[in-house]
């Protein structure tokens, strides 16, 4: 039977159109995702929406919508964006399936049945016109900053969920599992944070209703990332999905390390369920520099960016500019430069060079000395540790020394067909090498090298002026 991988993105806030940062979060399981299908893993890949909560109720209120009817408006955004960056997901989960809310009632009956919840209230200043609470920094003058009237200090029933209680245990399963806080660097600032205590935490609401019922009490809705975080277990209750618990790899952004490596294994734990083997989280990008703002116009959406280059161009920037675990920034004109010097100059060139030169003299089986330079061992060990970046940055030290190779060796003058031979082989290589990265351009080449009746490229990556 086939080794199992199971990969998730975040599920995220449908309340705007995909943005870069989200693109980023889904293109690095896209590419982790493909890897492990070439190399013969029964892969399930799951993505989606986080469709709850108040920030979605809130959103839908603006637009004067019912938040069911304004998130149906935007799923069709998430997904034709997904299509568009040619990602190969097997599932598209939102909050609002009825198999998940199911699960998550499930589960929150379980965790109280074993008395890990418990009534008891929570208190803060509240805006009975917003229906909200502020903390004393929001507020103007002691006033709620929108409606400029006194708030009241109330306190509301609310469950909690005795996280104090699992101190221990995550201490022990970060010291156990070294790998489940990656990458390694952002281990320690949850260790400390953990040593410092952990307070029991409210997971319900009654100040408004979009969201799960909680099912010993119907007053109350499920606190957002309870409900959220159990979609990754949720998806696999789905039938021929069974066997796919633990993940394998949850990819998310460093804002959001937390609830997945506190919260979310307290819950497992409680739920007495195993626990993912790897949180992954990645950095942020900055747009010219400066933090992405939908509100200042500092942002890049999934159509803009495909648009600048093509959709391969986009997928190849995102992991070569900037390492995969550390913050890069945005901008259309490094994206053009690594397009034209790197996948035209490089990559796109050596293609075309090489499907003419065997096109016009042959090629001929030989023993292959220019394959062996290719560190294969290498690029597996960075895939097996989520180092994609480093990954194509060692596929990409191969073409350059296939470059240089080609270079040396001169075939247009010699019209040795040996060296041609091992140029193509090397080409064949790289497709498959490339295809998890730049599947659409990956594939065409592929395609062109399929046979050995080889016939000249047209051009794959057609310049762009800078
Ligand atoms: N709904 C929650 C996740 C729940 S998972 C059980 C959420 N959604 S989100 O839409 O706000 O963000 C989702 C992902 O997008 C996060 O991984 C976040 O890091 C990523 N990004 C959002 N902006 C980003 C950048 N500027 N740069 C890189 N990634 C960023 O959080």
């Known amino acids: ?87 190969d997901y097997d599932r598209f989960i939102r909050t609002t399936d009825l198999d998940h809310k199911k699960v998550v009632q499930d589960i929150l009956q ?156 307290a819950f497992l734990m409680s739920a007495g369920l195993e626990l993912p083997k790897v949180i992954y989280a990645h950095g942020w990008w900055t747009f010219n520099r400066e933090k992405i703002s939908k509100s200042r116009g500092k942002v890049i959406n999934v159509d803009e960016l495909v648009n600048i280059a093509g959709v391969d161009s986009a997928r190849y920037f995102l992991f070569r500019e900037s390492s995969f675990g550390e913050d890069g920034d945005f901008s259309s004109k490094s994206l053009i430069e690594r397009h034209n010097n790197e996948l035209a100059n490089k990559l796109g060139n050596l293609v075309s060079r090489v499907s003419a030169l065997a096109e016009k003299y042959g090629i001929e089986k030989t023993n ?16 097996e540790e989520f180092r994609i970046d480093k990954a194509l940055n060692e596929i990409f030290a191969f073409l350059d020394i296939c470059n240089e190779y080609i270079q040396n060796k001169k075939p247009w003058e010699t019209k040795d067909k040996k060296v041609l031979y091992e140029l193509v082989e090397a080409l064949r290589e790289i497709s498959k090498l490339l295809s998890p990265f730049i599947p659409e351009s990956a594939e065409k080449i592929s395609n062109i090298f399929k046979t050995n009746k080889i016939k000249k490229s047209p051009i794959i990556f057609k310049k762009i002026d800078e």
């Open 368 to 383: 292959n000395t220019l394959i062996k330079k290719l560190n294969n061992k290498k690029i597996n060990e960075y895939f």
């Open 110 to 265: 379980k965790v109280y049945d074993k008395g890990d919840i418990y009534k008891g209230e929570y208190e803060g200043l509240y805006c009975v016109s917003c229906e909200a609470y502020y903390t004393q920094k929001e507020l103007e003058e002691n006033n709620c900053p929108i409606h400029k009237k006194p708030v009241e200090n109330l306190k509301e029933e609310t469950y909690f969920f005795r996280l104090s209680k699992y101190q221990t245990k995550l201490l022990n399963l970060y010291e156990k599992n070294k790998e489940f806080i990656s990458p390694k660097h952002r281990r320690q600032e949850v260790i400390n944070r953990v040593k410092e205590g952990l307070n029991d935490i409210s997971i319900s609401r009654t100040s408004f209703d979009w969201g799960i019922q909680i099912p010993f009490d119907k007053k109350h809705i499920s606190y957002v990332w309870f409900d959220a975080l159990f979609n990754y277990y949720s998806a696999t209750l789905q039938k021929g999905k069974e066997d796919f618990w633990p993940a394998n790899l949850h990819i998310i952004g460093k804002d959001i390390l937390w609830f997945h490596t506190v919260y979310w294994p």
């Open 1 to 87: 039977m086939k080794e199992k991988f199971y990969i998730t993105t975040p599920i995220y806030y449908p309340n705007d159109v995909p943005h870069i940062g989200h693109a980023y979060t889904t293109i690095a399981a896209d590419i982790i995702a493909r890897w492990n299908k070439l190399n013969g893993k029964d892969v399930f890949f799951l993505t989606g929406t986080d469709d709850h909560g108040k920030k979605i109720a809130d959103s839908a209120k603006k637009k004067g919508l019912s938040p069911k009817e304004f998130t149906d408006e935007l799923i069709p955004e998430f997904k034709e964006a997904w299509k568009k960056l040619n990602i």
